[in-house]
């Protein structure tokens, strides 16, 4: 059977620049591109000025500057670019209007080679020749060149926090003796913060820990305003995850692959998973908390998330984690988002080539759902929310909806099990609003004695 090891390493190497797109948006929202022509893109980030620098696996931060991809780089750094390796994280500095710094995550070629966080100082459109300082260099790889992390964020609290994988080495996950299968915290300079969890049973550079039991957090995400930190950690066979950050959590891998079965008081648990029946890989989140909101009011707060090999993008509610509800489908291989400071959604697109964004453009047309059961009475699920019937709500048309029937259920002396639905849909099921208000009922049959 192929493995996902090897099947992500297919998927990741995708090169095509010429890939038919059009996502696909709830009503009200738009898709315009923003820039094409970017040689198998991996992490995108906003300077605080607006330009948006976009990394190339190959080692080349391009910057998207006046809505034109310039033509000369930002830096090129050498890179080994094997399989997941190369350049797959940017951030700056809080202090970047004064100290102008840029950061990046990138694989150091070499007969062993080994993943490094730079600093670079910007001079305008360009990095100043020379400027590199380095503020860590991570481990040796082994020969596998997957699972390398790569995000990089700094806090709320102004440190720069890291996203490694375990380099195909589950082990690794769960040992304070290396960094990899690991989320770091850094000072600024790549000192290591004293109020680490791990600081005083750690040694050398292994106090930069700050959460272990990871497979490979590829992307991570920290909310405006909050700082709490989602962590998307991609899974092997069967579960993909986001994670709540917390200092000193232990994220089970390898023990654990989404929730633990049974239930493990050592390790935290994901607050949300999805199956392998949906996607292939997490990669790319971010929380919808703009300083300008152009969205409705129903996703200020809620986290977007995309898959790689889905070409999806959902919003997970945080305050109700259950269930996340599709906002795009029809991408390539997306494999990072941002919010801008206007509101907007920014998808980077890996299969494209390209930089995406969705709009709210206009006031959503709604229209009126009426759920019933036969017989009357009995309770479905909306979004995961139970809800006696008869039950209606308003909906966006075009908005994916989850529709339930829990089974069996107990009505006036009799049980009753799950038979059918109006539209033919499966007990669980999803159902993209409609233009027309639209009666959804569910046959429940009465069970014997």
């Not at 195909?168 to 680490?196: E, M």
């Not at 497979?215 to 989602?230: D, E, H, L, Y």
């Not at 991609?234 to 995850?241: Q, Y």
């Amino acid at each position: 059977m192929k493995s996902k090891t090897k099947l992500l390493g297919c998927v990741f190497l995708i090169l095509t620049s010429a890939i038919a797109h059009g996502a696909t948006l709830p009503a009200g929202f738009t898709e315009s591109i923003v820039a094409s022509g970017i040689s198998a893109p991996t992490a995108m980030d906003f300077a605080p000025d607006g330009r948006l620098f976009v990394c190339q696996q190959s080692g080349q931060l391009r910057v998207i500057k006046d809505g034109a991809l310039l033509p000369a780089p930002f830096l090129q750094v050498t890179t080994d670019s094997s399989g997941e390796r190369g350049l797959l994280g940017v951030t700056f500095d809080p202090n970047f209007v004064s100290n102008q710094r840029v950061y990046v995550y990138y694989t150091v070629p070499g007969t062993v080679a080994h993943n490094r966080i730079s600093s670079f100082v910007a001079n305008g459109d360009v990095a100043v020749v020379g400027s590199e300082t380095v503020l860590l260099d991570l481990n040796n790889l082994s020969s596998a060149n997957n699972h390398n992390g790569g995000a990089i964020h700094f806090g709320l609290d102004g440190k720069l926090y890291a996203g490694v994988g375990e380099n195909a080495n589950s082990a690794n996950a769960q040992t304070l003796s290396n960094l990899l299968g690991k989320i770091l915290r850094l000072n600024s300079d790549g000192s290591f913060p004293t109020n680490n969890p791990f600081f005083n049973s750690a040694t050398g550079v292994n106090r930069a820990i700050w959460a272990l039991g990871l497979r490979n957090p590829f992307t991570f995400a920290i909310q405006p305003g909050t700082g709490r930190i989602f962590i998307n950690d991609v899974g092997e066979n069967t579960w993909e995850e986001i994670n709540d950050g917390v200092a000193g959590a232990n994220y089970g891998w390898p023990n654990c692959e989404g929730l633990c079965n049974p239930p493990n008081p050592s390790f935290r648990d994901p607050i949300f998973q999805y199956s392998h029946s949906e996607g292939c890989a997490i990669a790319g989140g971010a929380f919808y908390n703009p300083v300008n909101a152009q969205f409705p009011q129903e996703y200020i707060g809620h986290y977007f998330f995309a898959d790689l090999c889905g070409g999806w993008i959902r919003v997970l509610d945080p305050a109700n984690s259950s269930e996340a509800v599709i906002f795009a489908s029809g991408l390539s291989n997306p494999v990072d988002l941002k919010v801008d400071a206007d509101g907007s959604l920014y998808y980077l697109d890996r299969g494209a080539g390209s930089v995406y964004k969705a709009q709210f453009t206009g006031a959503a047309n709604t229209v009126t759902l009426t759920l019933l059961t036969q017989p009357a009475g009995l309770q479905l699920t909306l979004d995961g929310l139970l809800v006696v019937t008869p039950y209606s709500v308003e909906s966006v048309v075009g908005t994916a909806r989850t529709l339930g029937a829990p089974s069996p259920q107990h009505l006036s002396k009799g049980n009753y099990k799950f038979s059918s639905w109006s539209d033919g849909g499966a007990q669980t099921h999803v159902i993209i609003t409609p233009s027309v208000s639209t009666t959804y009922t569910v046959v429940f049959q009465k069970k014997g004695r």
